[in-house]
Antibody, heavy 119, light 111 residues
Framework: QITLKESGPTLVKPTQTLTLTCTFS??????????VGWIRQPPGKALEWLAL???????RYSPSLKSRLTITKDTSKNQVVLTMTNMDPVDTATYYC???????????WGQGTLVTVSS | QSVLTQPPSVSGAPGQRVTISCTGS?????????VHWYQQLPGTAPKLLIS???NRPSGVPDRFSGSKSGTSASLAITGLQAEDEADYYC???????????FGGGTKLTVL
């Protein structure tokens, strides 16, 4: 059974850097074809893909946010970390991490963590 | 504005059939990339409903089916049930953006 869980601050101030950790179990991020992605969803709005890291450490970012995002993995700890710099109130959203399957679908999702950006 | 276009809302009575469209372009669906569908019940995380255009993960009822043609894909739900009331999202890959893309989501209301 694959499980993922997001952790990090629930409140950040404008201009601060957000660091979120995804801790997962049930799969290995060293398995060929596997990845972990981050997706966010502002309140009442649609899903937005942010970033993805593959088993071979290849990284992909949303072009609109690329300059602010960094995704890393710690295979030994079964964790993926997303950092987003220069946070703004428009970045207020629920942030999800998800397991990218071999068929490229996001097969399992974490419960999400609501991050509010406010002074 | 999402790269993949979905109708904002659809509705149907219990027992009826509804379809949700997902329209892309030559850099995503039209380029041959697979389309996946997710169901998001109120207050919960998205759940994979259809992968690889038409494959149902274990546990997903066969009332849900997916198809793809050209630059579009569709999700069909037959025998509508009250529990199907949710938001539905399509997702694919876009080679001009070098990343995954989601549709804007469709809210299904069961009348």
């Amino acid at each position: 059974q694959i499980t993922l869980k997001e952790s990090g601050p629930t409140l950040v101030k404008p201009t601060q850097t957000l660091t979120l950790t995804c801790t997962f179990s049930g799969f290995s991020l060293s398995t060929s074809g596997v990845g972990v992605g981050w997706i966010r969803q502002p309140p009442g709005k649609a899903l937005e893909w942010l970033a993805l890291i593959y088993w071979d450490d290849d990284k992909r970012y949303s072009p609109s946010l690329k300059s602010r995002l960094t995704i890393t993995k710690d295979t030994s700890k079964n964790q993926v970390v997303l950092t987003m710099t220069n946070m703004d109130p428009v970045d207020t959203a629920t942030y999800y991490c998800a397991h990218r399957q071999l068929d490229t679908a996001m097969g399992s999702w974490g419960q999400g963590t609501l991050v509010t950006v406010s002074s | 504005q999402s790269v993949l276009t979905q109708p904002p809302s659809v509705s149907g009575a219990p027992g009826q059939r509804v379809t949700i469209s997902c329209t892309g372009s030559s850099s995503n669906i039209g380029a041959g990339y697979d389309v996946h569908w997710y169901q998001q019940l109120p207050g919960t995380a998205p759940k994979l409903l259809i992968s690889g255009n038409s494959n149902r993960p274990s546990g997903v009822p066969d009332r849900f089916s997916g198809s793809k043609s050209g630059t579009s894909a569709s999700l069909a739900i037959t025998g509508l049930q009250a529990e199907d009331e949710a938001d539905y999202y399509c997702q694919s890959y876009d080679n001009s953006l070098s990343g995954a893309v989601f549709g804007g989501g469709t809210k299904l209301t069961v009348l």
